[in-house]
Structures are given as C-alpha cells and as structure tokens.
C-alpha cells in the first residue's frame, strides 16, 4: 500500500500498523464487509417477497396452498434456524445440480445417489468444473443468499400474515359492501394498511437479519469470521508481519461493528416508526398528539 | 448390530460414555437418531441451566434499568445493549479468545490455585455466554413488562398499606412476570434454539462428544445426504419445543390463575426475542 512497506521486517511502531492493516489480505477482509452489506442488500427484499407470498398462502381460501403456507410460516418455530440453514445450503445445491442432470444428460443410466455418492453427470455440474474462481465465489454467495432469504422469509411471512389479520375487520367488509372484488379488497384496502401494523416486527426482523449475518461464515462464504480467525491467528516469523494470537482483538471489532451497525438501524427504524406513527388513531400515535409533536 | 446394541453403545456418547469411535461407514437409521438423540442432551443441559440462572439475573438487570439511580440503571442499560446488539456468534467467538488468555496454570487467590483450564471448555465458557445472553433478553422483557403494569394495580396496593417489599413481593412482581411470561416464553424456546450455535462457534467438540446438530451435520458431511439427519434434529427440537410451550403454558395458567379465564395471556410467536 504505502511506499515504505516494501521490507516489512525492518519496520517499527506505527509504520509496522500502517502496513499491517492494508496488507492485501487485509484488503480482503475490508471487501468481506461490502459482502455482508451486499448480502443484507439482496437478501431483505427476496425474503420480503417470500414473506408476501406465504403470508398470502396462509391466508388463502384453499386448503392445500393454505397448508403450504401455514407450514412455510410455522417452520422457524419449532426449529432452529441453523437447522434450515446448514440443511438449504446442501439441499438446494443438490436439487439444482440433479435438475441439471435431468436436463442435460437424459440418458445417464447411473444413479445419482449411489452409497454415500452424491454423483450428476459432469455437463451438469454447478457450476462447471473448469470454470473460474470468480464464479465458484458468486455461486456460493447466491446460495447463501437464497439459503438466507428462505429462512428469513418464513420470519417475515408470520409477521406478515399477522399484519394482514390485524387491519381491521370492518375496513375489509366496508370495502366488499362498495362491490370491491376479493382481488381488488386485498390490493386496494388490505395491503396498503397493513405495513403501519407490519413495521415493528418488520425492524426486528431487519435487528435479526443483522446478527444473523455472521452465520454466513458455516455457509462457506469467506466473510468477516474468516478473516477474523484467518488474520488473527498466531503468525510466525515466517510471515511478513509475524504477531501473537490476536483474534480476540479481531473479534472485539466486529463485535463493536455490529454494535454500531443495531444502534444505527435502531435510530433509523424509530424515526420511521415515528413518522408512520403520525396522525394515526393508534396508541403511539394518541401519545404523539398528546406531547404534541 | 441391532438397534438396541446401538442404543446401548451411542445413548450417552456425547457424554464420553460408551463405544469411543463414531460409525464410518454403513450408517443406518438407527445410529442418526441415537446419536443425535445423544446429543440432545447437551442442547437440555445448556438451555435448562442458563435459563434458570438467566431468570434470576433477568429479574435483577430489570429492576436495575427501571431504578430511577443513574448508578444501577447505566450498567444494566449497557449490559443489555451489549448482549442485544451483537450476534450471539460473535459473542461465542469473542468469550472463547478471551477465556483463552487466562493463564493457563491457574491463578493464585489468597495462596489458593484456580485452575482456568475448564474456563475454554464448552460446558462452562459457552454456558456462561449464553447465560449473560439471555439474561439480557429476558431483562429487556422483564422491564417492558414492569413499565406496563396497571397505574390502578400500584394505586390499588398502596390503598390497601402495601409499601416497600411487600408491595413488590405481592404485586408488582408477580404482575411483571404474568404480564411478561407469553413473551418469555418464546425468549425460552429461541434459547433452546440458540443453543445449537454452541458447536459451530470457537468452542470445540471435545472428543467429538457435541450437540444434536454436531451429530447431524456430522452425518450429513459423510453421507452427502442432508436429507436424513437433519429433518431427525428438527424432529428432536419440535418435540422439545412442544414440551417447553406445554411447560411454560402450565406455569402461564398458574400465573394468570386469578383472572377470569378469557384475560390470560395467550402465548404466541413474537420476533423481538429472537437472536
């Protein structure tokens, strides 16, 4: 990085941080941060779309895709979450690759699950074994992503779902008295009220999503636990910069990154709830007049 | 070997007790729930202790942040933030290294040795965090509870000569934890849950005696097959969860024994406890 860190060996003191600190793999480390922003980025939305749709199933008149969605929404309950983590990552990985197979090599008479062999045809492979680093790197972060906005879109479909029982029942009768189609009750009276009984299990959710970020590194992605344990580790004189085992230092930051990061959403999500808050015949709202804000 | 051998050989595992090596090869239905079985153990452990201890911590830290003394409330205020506003994996992570740094012969108290060596094993150091842990959420549900008793109760009590302890004897505090219990309820259950990560965080599994998804993960590694041991640990975990909520639901009964029976609080899922 700088021009004096061309013999780390010979450097002291201050000098000795400066060049530690933006070493390349340190680099990495700092580019592990956009990771997690980027996966925080692409993965909300997603499961807020999951979320919707299993919200939706779960309260639609038909039995079966009421069942789906009862049972999409009900998962995280009972079980730990690091379950369906650990368990998507393989499982979608082996259902895309055999869909591939199916596709791509129809006449593969082996099986796929053979002993404890989990074997695709070579074409079917994802992605492709001769490709490049890049794209094996892309490959497992989608995975995580589709991993994360599974499981968070369970989260976000039970607070959903009680978001949409909450609008009151006469809003919804009042509309159907107006002639309004079932479709149009939902897009034009259901939804739009909603997101003010939504918002607070919404931002606990976006708290959770947060701190769940961390998981990324059991998924195999190089993420900031990575480089944490890879960087703080003991160096011996072997390396450029030789130091003792400094991963508690490593870990005290991320602890304070993330402490930052809750109290920052925190604020944020507050002034929005305000915001929503105003004028609104709900309790929050009743103390907002009353204060006279 | 048949299921019962099996059952004998693996029950107590994860304890250390039993066959010492794990199944390589030819793994049958049997051996996955009896293993993962085993390891459920650790998960009980883990969440009764913490979870009784937290409770009494809880209650403190919360009647710490409600104290109108900057002294008591500043510390409690900081403890919570800090156990709420970090993953609990990084916490995992962090008390490991720290731990670590004891010295490794043990230190002198009053021409006493305390060994610290045990301090980095699982059953203590990860049980310590995850009871700071919940503590800290039960603490924030225990103080939300508290602010919201009834202005009329407190009136009420102090109409009838209850002041000092005896009114917080009999009524604020069993009114804080009725009104809390739904949610601490699934502060409970999501302890339960959390109590997974304890293995896949800087703790390591002494001679692989791990937790029920140690085992899990340990077979879905070998088969390549996440299709089997993991739907066996979730299984584990509904069953437990269902007895956890049938506990907690018969102590909420208790709780609310004088209510008219329409006004008990209902148990259901809340997010925010959620780590």
Known sequence: ?293 | MTCWETIGAYAFRSLGYGERLLPRSDFTLCQQFTLIGSGLIWNVYFGVVALIFGFVLANAIAFAKASHNPIARKPAEWFIFLFRGSPLFIQFFLAYEALQLLPRAGIDVFGITVQTSWTTKAWAGALFVLFLNTAAYSAEIFYGALRSIPKGDLEAAEAYGLTGFAKFRRIQWPTMLRLAWPAYTNEAIFLFHSTTLVYFSGFPAFQQRGDALYYASYFADKTFNPFVSYPIVAGYFIALTLLLIWLMGAINARLNRHLPSNMGGKIRLRLQVIR
């Open chain 1, 1 to 293: 990085m700088f021009e004096f860190c061309a013999d780390p060996k010979s450097l002291e003191g201050f000098q000795w941080f400066a060049c530690y600190l933006t070493s390349g793999k340190h680099m990495n480390m700092y580019w592990a941060f956009g990771t997690v922003l980027l996966l925080l980025a692409v993965t909300a939305p997603i499961a807020m779309l999951f979320g919707f749709f299993g919200a939706m199933a779960a309260r639609s008149p038909f039995f079966a895709l009421r069942l789906i969605g009862k049972g999409y929404t009900g998962m995280v309950r009972g079980v730990p979450d690091i379950v369906f983590f650990l368990f998507f990552v393989i499982a979608l990985d082996q259902g895309i690759e055999y869909i591939m197979h199916l596709i791509r090599c129809p006449e593969w008479t082996e099986p796929v699950r053979n002993g404890l062999e989990f074997r695709v045809c070579p074409q079917a492979k994802v992605p492709l074994g001769n490709s490049a680093q890049w794209i094996h790197q892309f490959y497992g972060f989608m995975l995580a992503v589709l991993t994360f906005a599974l499981v968070f879109g369970a989260f976000a479909a039970n607070v959903l779902y009680g978001a949409m029982q909450a609008v009151p029942r006469a809003q919804l009768e009042t509309a159907e008295a107006y002639g309004l189609s079932h479709a149009q009750v939902f897009r034009r009276v259901l939804v739009p009220q909603m997101w003010v009984y939504a918002l607070p299990g919404l931002s606990n959710l976006w708290l959770i999503l947060i701190k769940a970020t961390p998981l990324l590194f059991l998924l195999g992605v190089q993420d900031i636990v990575y480089w944490a344990r890879e960087l703080g580790g003991a160096k011996t004189q072997a390396f450029d910069y030789p130091h003792p085992d400094w991963r508690l230092y490593y870990f005290l930051f991320l602890l304070v990154f993330y402490l930052g990061f809750t109290r920052v959403s925190e604020i944020v999500l507050n002034r929005i709830s305000a915001r929503l808050s105003k004028g609104q015949a709900t309790a929050a709202g009743e103390a907002m007049r009353k204060a006279g804000i």
